[in-house]
C-alpha cells in the first residue's frame, strides 16, 4: 500500500480545506456577549430587520486556526524571499512600522492646524531636503500617493511649463519601448501623444532614433535609469543634451533608485523631473495595491509648478516654523490633503537610520546581488543583454522554450521550490522574459538557494518537462486560469441562494 502526501488542493471533503460558512454549526459559539450595561432599546422597525442572516456559528479555536491558516497561504517578505522584479521586494525594517505607528503621527488630523502639527511639517520638510539630495534635484513635493500618479503629475508639470511658454504645440512624449507601462498611460492621460524610441542591440536608447524624432513639436522624453532592462544607459548625458536642444524636457522615472543611491544624482546628469517610490526603494511594504508613496522631485526649471502643497520652512526672531504652501505655478493638487503620511514617515525613518553611507552600501549591496544571481545562472538561462546590471537582471527562458517550457512555467515551478515568481514577460522586448531584484537585503545562503533552484528548474526542463509544464505541484491552488481571474474574480463568499 501506498501513502500519498495530503493534497495541498482545497477539497472540500478535508474538513480542514473547507469555507468558513461550511464549518458553521447551528448554535455554536465563540464569544459571550457581556451583560448589558445600558438599557435595552426597542428594535427598528421589522422592515429593517432580517430572519436569515448567513453568518459563520463557530467556536474560538476554529476561528483562530481557520485565519491563521489562511494567513500563512500568503506569501510575504517577512517569510520568503520575494524576487520580483522592479518592485524592490526588501526587507522593510520593523522599526520603520513603530515609527509611522506612534500615536503622534498615526492619530495626528489631516486638518489640525499648522501650529499643532510642526513636527510632521518638519518630518516631510526634511524628508523632501533627503529626496532632493538623493536626486540631486531643487524641490519635492509628497503629495502624490503612488509612482503612476507621480508621473502623471510630472507630466502635468511638463505640460503647464510649455503653456507658461506659449508653446502649446509640444505634444510629443517620447518613451523608450522597454518602458513601464505606466509611463506611456501617465503620457497620454496628460494630453501628449507618445512615440515610442527602439532599444538598440546593447539595451541602450538608439540614439539615431532619439535624434529623429526630437522635432519642434517635442514635449519631452519620460525616460528609467537603470532602465527597466536593469541596465545603465551610458549615453544618458547625449540623451538629455538632445532633448533640451530640440526644447524638450526630461521626465526619470525614477520609482526604482536602489541603484543610484548615492551613485548617480540624476538631477545632475540632465533629468528635470523625477518621481520616486517610496513603498519600493524606502521602506515601505507593498503589494496588494497600497498604500504607496511617489514624490515628485523637480530640478529649478520645474520647481513652480510642483502639485500642493510643499512644506516651506520660514526663520523668524531665531525660531523656525514650517507651513504647508502652494507653488506659484502649481499644477494644484493631485490628491487629499498630504499624501500618505505613514508613508513618508517610514521612508523619513529609514533614511535617518541608514543615513548618507548606508544608503550608498544599500545600493552597492543591491548591485552586487543581482550579478551575483547573473553569474550564477548565465550558464543555464539566456541573458537579454550580455553585460553588467544594475539592481535587476533579466534572463530569457528562450533557450528553455525549444525545451517546450516557456518562461511562464519555469516562474510557477518556483512556487513548489517555495519562492515567488520572478516579475515575467516585461519588458516586452525581451522574449520569455524573466526579471529578478534580489535587493540588498538578502544574504548570499539566500541567494545560493535560489540560484540552485533555478538551476534545477533548466535542468528539470531538459529532463522532466511535463513536471515543469505542470507546476505548480504543491501550492494551496494549481494552475489557474489567469485570464478569467484577472476579468472576473471572484473575491468574495457568497451565501448559498
Ligand atoms: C512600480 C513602477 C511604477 C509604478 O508605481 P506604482 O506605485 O505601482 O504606481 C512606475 N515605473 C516603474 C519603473 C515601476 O517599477
Redesign the pocket.
Known amino acids: 500500500m501506498t501513502t500519498t502526501a495530503p493534497s495541498l488542493t482545497h477539497s472540500p471533503a478535508r474538513p480542514d480545506r473547507q469555507l468558513l460558512m461550511d464549518r458553521s454549526v447551528p448554535g455554536r459559539r465563540g464569544v459571550r456577549m457581556p451583560d448589558l450595561d445600558t438599557p435595552p432599546q426597542p428594535l427598528p422597525d421589522a422592515s429593517l430587520l432580517r430572519d436569515d442572516l448567513p453568518l459563520p456559528e463557530l467556536s474560538q479555536p476554529e476561528v483562530v486556526r481557520y485565519f491563521t491558516r489562511l494567513s500563512q497561504l500568503n506569501y510575504s517578505i517577512d517569510t520568503q524571499f520575494y524576487p520580483l522584479g ?2 524592490t521586494m526588501k526587507y522593510n525594517p520593523k522599526i520603520n512600522d513603530q515609527a509611522a505607528m506612534l500615536p503622534g503621527m498615526a492619530g495626528l488630523h489631516p486638518l489640525a492646524p499648522a501650529e499643532a502639527a510642526q513636527g510632521a511639517l518638519k518630518l516631510m520638510y526634511r524628508l523632501q531636503s533627503y529626496l532632493c539630495e538623493v536626486a540631486g534635484m531643487s524641490a519635492a513635493s509628497l503629495a502624490p500617493m ?4 507621480g ?1 502623471l503629475s510630472g507630466v502635468l508639470m511638463v505640460r503647464a511649463y510649455h503653456q507658461a511658454r506659449g508653446d502649446a504645440r509640444r505634444k510629443v512624449m517620447l518613451i523608450p519601448d522597454s518602458a ?1 507601462g ?2 506611456p498611460a501617465s503620457a497620454a492621460m496628460g494630453g501628449f501623444t507618445v512615440t515610442a524610441i527602439p532599444s538598440d542591440s546593447r539595451g541602450n536608447m538608439d540614439l539615431a532614433a532619439l535624434r529623429k524624432a526630437a522635432g519642434p513639436d517635442l514635449a519631452g522624453l519620460m525616460i ?1 535609469l537603470p532602465s ?1 532592462l536593469g541596465l545603465f544607459d551610458g549615453g544618458i548625458l547625449e540623451i538629455c543634451d538632445i532633448v533640451h536642444r530640440a526644447g524638450g524636457l526630461v521626465y526619470g ?1 525614477g ?2 533608485m536602489n541603484a543610484l543611491l548615492g551613485q548617480a544624482k540624476l538631477g545632475r546628469l540632465g533629468f528635470d523631473v523625477i518621481h520616486s ?1 517610496l ?2 526603494t524606502f521602506s515601505t511594504p507593498h503589494g496588494g495595491g497600497g498604500p ?1 508613496a ?1 514624490p515628485v522631485i523637480a530640478g529649478q526649471t520645474l520647481t513652480p509648478y510642483l502639485p500642493a502643497p510643499v512644506v516651506e520652512r520660514q526663520t523668524a526672531h531665531g525660531k523656525e516654523t514650517y507651513r504647508l504652501a502652494t507653488p506659484p505655478q502649481s499644477i494644484g493638487k493631485v490628491g487629499a490633503f498630504h499624501g500618505n503620511f505613514g508613508v513618508l514617515v517610514r521612508a523619513y525613518a529609514y533614511i535617518r537610520a541608514l543615513g548618507g553611507e548606508g544608503l550608498r552600501q544599500a545600493s552597492q549591496d543591491a548591485v552586487l546581488n543581482a550579478n551575483y544571481l547573473q553569474a550564477r545562472l548565465r550558464d543555464a538561462y539566456d541573458l537579454a543583454y550580455d553585460r553588467l546590471c544594475m539592481h535587476e537582471v533579466v534572463l530569457s527562458a528562450e533557450r528553455q522554450k525549444k525545451q517546450g517550457v516557456k518562461g511562464l512555467d519555469v516562474a510557477k515551478r518556483l512556487l513548489d521550490y517555495g519562492y515567488h515568481a520572478p516579475t515575467m514577460y516585461f519588458p516586452l522586448i525581451v522574449d520569455e522574459a524573466l526579471m529578478i531584484e534580489p535587493t540588498e537585503s538578502e544574504s548570499k545562503e539566500t541567494l545560493d538557494a535560489f540560484a540552485e533552484a533555478m538551476l534545477a528548474i533548466a535542468g528539470e526542463a531538459q529532463e522532466t518537462p511535463e513536471l515543469v509544464r505542470g507546476a505548480p505541484h504543491t501550492t494551496a491552488v494549481s494552475r489557474l486560469d489567469e485570464a478569467r481571474a484577472a476579468r472576473q474574480p471572484d473575491l468574495r463568499w457568497k451565501a448559498k441562494a
Open positions: 522592479s518592485c503612488a509612482g503612476a500618479q508621473e513601464h505606466t509611463n528609467t527597466t522615472d520609482a526604482n517610490n513603498h519600493k504607496g511617489g
